[in-house]
């Protein structure tokens, strides 16, 4: 058996905004999605996923992967599920040419599903390094990240982002410009995030974004503004030392763009009562700044706070249901047991 962990993210500054070509910097957090493989005689297909639903499920479907399982779970919850882990499939039978390969695989994972903090893309990401693995190729960085992005590009009808696979493959912070892709250096900040308990709905959040730009000129200015700021953060990194606990002037200066990220996001209509709720309730309590983090209309918002105080002030906040610290995850994808 092969088992491969990736893990989750928070975007700092940029999303929405990298679907243009604008940059982003995503950074890793230690929040991970498991992926166990092993490879089957036959090319059937098994997929146990306890966690990824209320009730979790466990489905088994033969020849190829476009054909999607009858099971007794909510449909969307099995396209959500299946279409990844199908993706991931996919590339990890292109990678070792091996078309008609089989797999037993078990996910788990403790990243919310679909609430912006990239549990799509830490599966994705995890389940084409086991799969390959299992096979006996074995894939570099670049390549790995490269083919999960193709993936989720499938998935999402074109509207994916390099961002997420490209940020749960290297672990860190990143920077992401287009097709340009690199990791950036940043000290460990102290990120706390909340959690509604809901989900936006990605495609159509993108879909409302890309309308607004195209009907309003201040619309396609709010989102290059996003990348304005995006640089602006990449400036404060830069001059920071990765190996030190960041500064009092780094954190409110990166806290403070932060604010303004959020603020032009809810400009283009992807933040939700639940989520600005939470970002109040983080800065009213001291945190250095406070934003959603991902697609946005339900999910997450992320803070940056040293202290207690945001943690707790989420933890009572009408609309939370969870919120905790997430560590910067320095490590992307690693083997767990080969």
Known sequence: MTVCEAPGKVYLFGEHAVVYGEPAVPAA????????????????????????????????????????????????????????????????RDAADAPDAGFDITVESDIPLGAG???????????????????????????????????????????????????????????????????????????????????GDTGELVAGVRALREEHGFAADTVESIGDLVR????????????????????????????????????????????????WAARDAGAHGAKLTGAGGGGCVVALDASDATETALSFTQGCEEAFRAELATEGVRVVEA
């Open 29 to 92: 957090v230690e929040r991970r999605a498991t992926v166990r493989v092993e490879p089957r005689e036959d090319d059937h297909v098994r997929v146990e996923a306890e966690d990824l639903t209320l009730d979790g499920f466990t489905v088994e479907y033969a020849g190829g992967t476009g054909d999607r399982p009858d099971v007794d779970v909510p449909t969307p919850l099995v396209e959500a599920a299946m279409g990844y882990v199908d993706a991931a499939v996919e590339q990890a």
């Open 117 to 199: 903090l990239g549990s799509s893309a830490a599966v994705v990401v995890a389940g084409i390094d086991a799969a390959t693995r299992a096979l006996g190729e074995r894939l570099d960085r670049r390549e790995l990240a490269e083919r999960a992005y193709r993936a989720e590009f499938e998935v999402q009808d074109g509207q994916a982002s390099r961002a997420d696979t490209f940020c749960s493959t290297m672990g860190g912070a990143v920077r992401v410009e287009g097709d340009d892709c690199e990791p950036i250096d940043a000290p460990n900040l102290p990120f706390v995030v909340g959690f509604d308990g809901g989900a």
């Open 232 to 279: 602006e953060g990449e400036a404060l990194l830069a001059d920071a030392d990765p190996e030190k606990p960041p500064s009092s002037e780094l954190l409110a200066g990166l806290g403070e763009l932060m604010d303004f990220n959020h603020g032009l996001l809810a400009a283009l209509g992807v933040s939700a009562r639940s989520l600005d709720a939470m970002v």
